[in-house]
């Protein structure tokens, strides 16, 4: 599979509670890791069995080596389209809260990463492509490709975000949280065949032309919910990659794998635990 977007440095600190304002307190374990929608996808692609490639902006800074170290034990390649910036990569400064799973995120994202070349993509075997919409002249070049080579594109909407104006025609199956919201036009309206709408722990609500639906979340004890959607929306991603026209079990795959990574705390704890949800899509 192929996925297209952000890629950040993510401080996670694991807390009793939450700071108030002006409050030091001290962590109960912190960990560093790559982090953003894509990469969090292209993770649990490749920890799900499938071969995953991770196209994004990186550059050279030391802080960018410990993003690809991260991604490189987790099995996953990546394409970087700025080996040679020197600025840092965007980081994120994560707080999650012990007793729940509960998390705070703090980012820059992606917005002084502009103005690199984006080449063609190479989509020799791809099953699927992946785009968080956070490049924007990435994801347009993505999604013009593999509409061309009939190659199916699935959106993370996130937030609502400009390139989504031009972007929507092109996806085939555009997920996005209960207070995603669209101006003007539908998402059906703009074109998307499949729009599928999580609302955390609820029943995942589908819509496919005139078909509609709504799988229920499994229930578990939740540890740490930090990237969960991100890894629901690879999980999704992957199903779709098999080929089945089946938008209900693409759901339920989606939930039953999201489960059980919100079930382990850390970043990367619960990625040995996916072996036997794998797909086998390669």
């Known amino acids: 599979m192929l996925l297209a977007g952000l890629c950040t440095v993510d401080l996670v600190q694991?807390?009793?509670?939450?700071?108030?304002?002006?409050?030091?307190?001290?962590?109960l374990a912190v960990d560093v890791a790559a982090g953003?929608?894509?990469?969090?996808?292209?993770?649990?692609?490749?920890?799900?069995?499938?071969?995953?490639?991770?196209?994004?902006?990186l550059g050279a800074h030391p802080l960018a080596a410990l993003a690809r170290a991260d991604l490189a034990t987790c099995g996953v390649r990546v394409l970087?389209?700025?080996?040679?910036?020197?600025?840092?990569?965007?980081?994120?400064?994560?707080?999650?809260?012990?007793?729940?799973?509960?998390?705070?995120?703090?980012?820059?994202?992606?917005?002084?990463?502009?103005?690199?070349?984006?080449?063609?993509p190479d989509l020799d075997g791809v099953g699927a492509?992946?785009?968080?919409?956070?490049?924007?002249?990435?994801?347009?070049?993505?999604?013009?490709?593999?509409?061309?080579g009939g190659v199916p594109v699935v959106l993370d909407a996130g937030s609502w975000k400009p390139v989504l104006d031009e972007l929507l025609p092109l996806v085939d199956v555009a997920a996005c949280s209960a207070p995603f919201r669209v101006p003007g036009p539908s998402l059906a309206e703009r074109g998307v065949p499949v729009?599928?709408?999580?609302?955390?722990?609820?029943?995942?609500?589908?819509?496919?032309g005139e078909d509609s639906g709504a799988v229920a979340v499994p229930e578990v004890a939740a540890r740490d919910t930090l990237g969960a959607g991100d890894v629901w929306h690879g999980a999704l991603a992957l199903a779709v990659?098999?080929?089945?026209?089946?938008?209900?079990?693409w759901v339920r795959y989606a939930n039953e794998v999201a489960a059980e990574r919100v079930r382990h705390g850390g970043p990367r704890s619960w990625t040995a635990a996916l072996g036997e949800l794998g797909k086998g899509v390669r």
């Open 129 to 148: 492509v992946l785009l968080d919409g956070h490049h924007p002249a990435l994801a347009l070049k993505v999604a013009r490709a593999a509409k061309e």
């Open 241 to 249: 990659a098999g080929g089945e026209d089946d938008v209900a079990g």
């Open 36 to 57: 953003g929608p894509a990469t969090n996808a292209a993770v649990t692609v490749a920890a799900l069995g499938a071969e995953a490639t991770l196209t994004t902006v």
């Open 80 to 120: 970087d389209l700025a080996p040679g910036r020197a600025e840092p990569p965007p980081v994120s400064a994560v707080a999650v809260r012990d007793r729940d799973g509960e998390r705070t995120v703090v980012s820059r994202n992606a917005a002084e990463q502009a103005g690199f070349p984006v080449p063609e």
């Open 14 to 27: 694991r807390v009793a509670d939450f700071p108030a304002p002006g409050e030091k307190l001290q962590s």
């Open 195 to 208: 729009v599928v709408t999580t609302a955390g722990p609820d029943p995942v609500r589908w819509r496919a």
